[in-house]
């Protein structure tokens, strides 16, 4: 007989409600067949590892796995540790910001076996990922861009991230040397500080090199609004702005109108040089494969953040392999590229620190005095809420 398949939410939602009546571990423990995901993928050792030595880790997108952005780059971490023997993963996409991750993470847990989760995207943490974590000690949760306080977070919570804006830096002093008009513009889904840092640091980068050149931010208030990212790029362009850029979900809108407007773009997240083979500069990308991995090792030896084994704030730029810069474009000149490398290669070995004073934000205030310096690690940085000299647009947008 065929097994009856129970749909994830669904299934949740009728084991919360049988909680009521005081029956939640018998239905636990009942229930063997395992409802499909949105998409599942394995270890095509899978089969020859004992169920006992497989590490089944659940991962957890806010966008579809083919956004050419956020959620890909993710996707893409895992499609490669799934190749890796004794791991299999289990994924579902395009859940959004609410209760319904909840939904999710306990389905996994209770379904699939995860002993790890990965649920990737910002609105998870709090509260989402706080309660379900204080629920279940037993298994590991890792937050993409949480940040994680002892004493006040379940121990079984850790948070990974990476220096990105060392690679957004580095797209800035392409975009630098490549505009004709001085103005930059950069899409951004909110005023968070990981968004802010990579603004901040873009701009940096593009008036290390040209220093009259401004960056003009507009917000569009959510992760994923093509409609409101088409009518921002639009509008900047109408005002000049002939490089674009973003930190959304899915640049690919960002990246499609700069294209038909015959501008220059540098990406996000993923490589996007297919969708404006004209005007892509170049991007800074995830590299998720290489930080999915590390944790990997992690778990095969043994090691877990609950007991100390693994760090509860994973961090790491350019030289750690955390991020990368796309392949430079057709449209970038010898000496741009030159100058691009020649600040990677800084920022690899330590010797270019990004916001070392002094430093100005965009009201004329000097924010970082002259002789300070803020290295990558410096969690002061992750609270980030100004603008620097050269961007025109508020936080508080």
Known sequence: MS?????????????????????TSQLWVGCSEQAPTASTTGSPNATDTPAAALTNIGFIYVGPKDDFGYSQAHFEGETAIAKLSGVKTYSEASV???????????SMISQNGVTVLFPTSFGYFDPHILKIAAENPKVQFFHCGGMYQEGKHPKNIGSYYGY?????Y?????????????????????????????INSYTLGARSVNPKATVQVLFTGDWSVPVKEAEASNSMIDQGVDVLTCHVDSPKVVMETAEKRKIFCTGYHTDQSKLAPN????????????????YVELFKAGKSVTDGGIPHILRGGLKEGFCKVSPFGSAVSAAAKKDAETAMAKLKDGSLLIYAGEIKDNTGKVIIAKGKEYKQTDLDLEKMDWFVEGVIGSVKS
């Open 164 to 168: 990105i804006d060392e690679a957004q």
């Open 279 to 294: 005007g892509y500069l170049t991007g800074a990308e995830w590299d998720w494969t290489s930080v999915y991995t590390k």
């Open 96 to 106: 959004a910001e609410t209760a319904t991750v909840q939904e999710t993470m306990l």
């Open 3 to 23: 097994p009856i398949y129970i749909p994830r939410r669904k299934f949740i939602r009728g084991a919360i409600a049988t909680a009521a009546f005081g029956a």
């Open 170 to 198: 580095v797209a800035g002093v392409v975009a630098g040397l490549t505009t004709k008009s001085g103005k930059l513009g950069f899409v951004a889904a909110k005023p968070i500080p990981q968004v802010v840092r990579n």
